[in-house]
């Protein structure tokens, strides 16, 4: 307690004769308020947040299934190497390990709902649907290796740039191997005989959070001014998936599935189409009855898709490069894979136009001085973003920018209260203040350090006072 008012009349004292900026000392300080608050409501159960100086007990709720944990390939070949899948069920075990371990902050929700195939298939092609359920079996049935389901033949422009796509999808599926190379992006994405149901359950995984997150946002009492936030613990991620490709361990685009289920259905219509979940049932049979019509633009919810992953989410770009509905912003280490998207000039095209803002940085010389400072520019000065005025946010929550993980990281990305900043910069910025936020897990792969940092974003979001940041500051 001394350290925390020690801490206090050093902001104050900074506050009256310092022109430099103190938001990173006032985050320190709010963290060890909320810290010592939520320490002293331990035994009730109740995890205590800040909002304009009053506690809450409302714990941030956790979507999860164990089915995250059954896509295991053994191995994949990157970067010229033949190594342990690097995107490993390890990864949802240490976030799971500390939300266990920390009962009074976290509301798990287990077990998930099923809302079939129909809101996937609003963003991916039924053929494609019908390919990742399928290929591991006709793989296994052509006699191929049960545990190396890899592409190694891909459909490029050159390979075949004068024939039709109906022509060359046609020569591809006379063989697994010609599938994979028309489906798939690149080598780390490898197929077992769960792969299928991981994923599957991994996007009814952020369906189920959606609902919650749309539940929550309709009881609440028109006074109640507490942002609301629900996180989608999901496993494999999605931002590499476009809507036929498969690509950086991504199946299913599970936060643009996401962002169309919030747009097109309802909470009554996500309740007509909510059952028990039974990855059993996901048949891709008659998939093309299955799309729904989409709604005219002018009804359509906006929502914002923050990517804060070490890698360019190419696949979401992609998705929604000609939507205005849809406001996607990376923020990412360049020049990295996925190697050919991920620049400033990738703006969006026709209704889409200004609607991609992609933040590439040297992640050679990026500190989190620098990293916090170009989010907090682009949430809270860029125009178009504020201007956009979305309805709900989504946070493409990936965490491999930490300095030492094994396959990216900002190299000077080396403080742990720089991922409890930014959930703060996601409530408290002017583009984002008071909008609900569905928190959508995408990569991070230093598996021991893994649930600590998700844990600081998440309760930098949930501890960070109900006010807007300061713009001045």
């Known amino acids: 307690m001394c350290n925390l008012i020690t801490e206090t009349i050093l902001f104050f004292f900074l506050l009256r004769f310092s022109h430099i900026s103190l938001i990173p000392y006032f985050n320190f300080i709010v963290k060890d308020f909320c810290l010592l608050l939520a320490a002293r409501e331990e035994e009730s159960g109740h995890f205590t947040t800040m909002t304009q100086g009053t506690a809450t007990s409302d714990k941030i709720k956790v979507v999860y299934c164990e089915d995250g944990l059954l896509h295991n390939p053994p191995f994949e070949v990157t970067s010229g190497k033949i190594k342990p899948y690097v995107e490993s069920p390890e990864r949802l075990k240490s976030i799971k390990k500390y939300i266990d371990e920390n009962p009074s902050m976290f509301q798990l929700i287990s077990p998930i709902s099923d809302y079939t195939l129909k809101p996937i298939l609003d963003i991916h092609r039924p053929d494609y649907i019908a390919f990742l359920e399928s290929i591991y079996q006709e793989w296994v049935n052509a006699g191929l290796p049960k545990d190396a389901c890899i592409g ?6 050159s390979f075949a740039s004068k024939l039709s796509e109906e022509v060359l999808l046609k020569n591809a599926n006379q063989h697994p191997t010609g599938k994979m190379g028309y489906y798939l992006g690149d080598m780390s994405v490898s197929f077992m005989n769960e792969t299928w149901r991981a994923a599957y359950a991994s996007v009814q995984i952020v369906l189920t959070a959606a609902h919650e997150l749309l539940r929550s946002i309709e009881n609440s009492e028109a006074n109640d001014k507490q ?5 989608a613990l999901c496993r494999p991620p999605g931002h590499h998936s476009s809507d036929h490709l498969a690509a950086g361990y991504c199946f299913i685009n599970n936060a643009a599935v996401a962002a169309a289920f919030l747009q097109n259905y309802s909470s009554k219509d996500m309740e007509l189409l909510q059952r028990p979940y039974d990855p059993v049932l996901a048949t891709t049979t008659n998939l093309e009855n299955m799309m729904l019509d989409e709604k005219p633009i002018d009804e359509k919810k906006k929502i914002l898709i923050l990517d804060i992953d070490y890698h360019h989410g190419n696949g979401t770009q992609e ?12 923020i990412h280490g360049y020049p990295d894979y996925p190697h050919f998207t ?6 969006g095209r026709g209704r889409g136009l200004g609607y991609n803002i992609n933040i590439p940085l040297d992640p050679e010389h990026t500190t989190d001085e620098v990293y916090l400072k170009h989010l907090y520019h682009v949430l809270n000065t860029e125009k178009t973003v504020v201007n956009f005025k979305a309805d709900i946010v989504i946070v493409s929550l990936g965490l491999d920018t930490w300095f030492e993980d094994p396959i990216a990281g900002m190299k000077g990305l080396r403080e742990k209260h720089t991922y409890y900043t930014i959930g703060q910069y996601i409530k408290q910025s002017e583009a984002t203040f008071g909008k609900p936020v569905l928190f959508v897990q995408e990569g991070g ?5 893994l649930g600590e940092l998700v844990g600081q974003v998440l309760q930098g979001f949930a501890c960070s006072s109900d006010e807007k940041l300061r713009l001045d500051a």
Do not use: C
């Open 152 to 157: 190694d033949t891909f459909a490029q422009l």
């Open 445 to 449: 792969y230093t598996y021991d350090k």
């Open 342 to 347: 991920g620049s400033v000039d990738e703006k």
């Open 227 to 231: 942002s609301k936030m629900v996180y």
């Open 319 to 330: 998705i929604f490069y000609d939507d205005s509905t849809v406001f996607y912003i990376s």
